[in-house]
């Protein structure tokens, strides 16, 4: 949803700029491909959690590895209602108020019914429909200008000025686009619903492939996303995109409209409610895996709860997660999907890659390096994202704000890399040494400690 809505709504609003975030998550995969995909399902379990405690101390680990978690969750389902809201406003004409919570309620349905089998399925189904409805709907824009991808930019340029085939519209500062480039790339290493489909597939090798498929296939929509986000603003109009939407989030929608009629919005207004309700299912399920696996079974419980109580855990956190994210939904009202995900992409580079990588490949990395670690980058982050211009001007309406980035994790995330360090070299852990030493093995290689 984030692709399809956000940054179709990025291009068509600000033209090239819009890119940076297709370019961001595009290399992230690599990054996952070549450093996380192997180890993790070597080593994982349920939780990325399963992978950083496997040779600290549990209970501190695993509470600091839950909050990042959540903390990233709650942010990621933020940016799916609010496109998820916008999609029913615009189809059905409810308030948006009362989309969200609709949302929110199939959200928990499915997830309670459902669960990781009934995931998996309309993420199989909703990437099939996702890249034949983009497919088509590029086709569509591109027939309009003799089929000839030039035509359709150089009539972007004659209509708005050469400035929208130019960075620099979207983000002006240099210094904001290393930091949005830096959560791009790295926060898709540390997302805890992409880490836990590393532990559904057979082996290592089948990781490492899935990954290198998923990161050609993501290519090819990300240059219909340009093309649709440039037929948005030539065809359709940014006045007209953001009068009905303030984030730009309906431009492919109203698109589909123009071109297709009443039916192709239809199609795609469905395509794109499967896709967050694909991605909000799977939020859904790694949020409520951090409270019953990570917090109640191993923390709480010490490991001696069966598979009942713990049933019963994650479905009453998948209650309290759905009625967090339709009260903050409605709260983010008007943001742009794509800049929203950044902000959970930045608390993933920020908490969770720093110590899943450390745990991996450092040695030395200790328990209290990782709960540090995981707390710095967990919390720097959501303190610099309430001080940033996103909270303080364009949701709390004051004049200006404390922190001038918008996207905190050219800060956070090597704080977190160096409390991290700093911590584990000041207290070495022999124990955990020791522990690396007999996973090392199993982390490469795979098979048995």
């Not at 979207?170 to 480039?181: E, K, Q, Y």
């Amino acid at each position: 949803a984030a692709s399809f809505l956000g940054i179709a709504g990025l291009v068509s609003t600000t033209g090239f700029d819009g890119l940076i975030y297709s370019t961001g998550w595009l290399v992230g995969w690599p990054v996952v491909l070549f450093l996380i995909a192997e180890p993790l399902r070597n080593l994982g379990r349920y939780t990325f959690a399963d992978v950083v405690a496997m040779r600290l101390r549990q209970t501190p680990v695993r509470i600091a590895a839950a909050a990042g978690t959540l903390a990233t969750v709650t942010l990621y389902l933020i940016a799916q209602m609010v496109g998820a809201g916008g999609l029913i406003r615009l189809m059905f004409g409810f308030s948006y108020e009362l989309a969200i919570v609709l949302v929110g309620c199939v959200m928990i349905g499915y997830v309670l019914f459902g669960g990781m089998i009934a995931t998996t399925w309309v993420q199989i189904v909703k990437a099939i429909l996702l890249m034949t409805g983009a497919f088509i709907l590029a086709v569509m824009v591109l027939a309009r200008f003799g089929m000839n991808p030039a035509a359709l930019f150089a009539a972007a340029a004659e209509r708005y000025g050469a400035g929208v085939l130019a960075p620099g519209k979207l983000v002006t500062n240099p210094l904001d686009a290393l930091s949005l480039g830096m959560a791009l790339m790295f926060g898709t290493a540390g997302l805890p619903h992409i880490l836990m489909r590393f532990y559904t597939v057979p082996d290592a090798r089948a990781a490492r492939r899935s990954v290198f498929i998923a990161t050609g296939l993501i290519g090819l929509f990300y240059l219909l996303t340009f093309i649709l986000g440039f037929g948005a603003m030539v065809l359709v109009g940014p006045e007209r995109i953001t009068s009905v939407d303030r984030g730009g989030n309906m431009a492919a929608p109203l698109l589909a409209e123009l071109l297709g009629g009443t039916p192709f919005l239809g199609f795609i207004a469905a395509v794109a409610f499967a896709t967050i309700l694909a991605v909000v299912a799977g939020l859904t399920l790694s949020g409520a895996a951090a409270l019953s696996h990570d917090l109640w079974v191993s923390v709480v419980r010490k490991g001696r709860a069966d598979s009942g109580e713990q049933l019963k855990v994650a479905r009453l956190a998948t209650l309290a997660l759905g009625a967090v994210a339709v009260g903050l939904g409605i709260t983010f009202k008007g943001q742009n999907v794509a800049f929203m995900v950044s902000l959970a992409f930045a608390i993933a580079a920020s908490a969770n890659f720093p110590a899943l990588t450390l745990a991996i490949f450092w040695r030395g990395y200790t328990t209290a390096g990782a709960v540090t670690s995981m707390a710095a980058g967990t919390v720097s982050t959501l303190a610099l994202i309430y001080l940033s211009p996103t909270l303080q001007i364009d949701i709390l309406g004051r004049d200006e704000a404390w922190f001038p980035l918008k996207n905190p994790a050219l800060v956070t995330m090597p704080l977190s890399f160096l409390a991290g360090i700093a911590v584990s070299l000041l207290a070495p852990e022999p124990s955990a040494a020791a522990g690396y030493a007999m996973v090392e093995r199993r982390v490469h290689l795979g098979g048995d400690e």
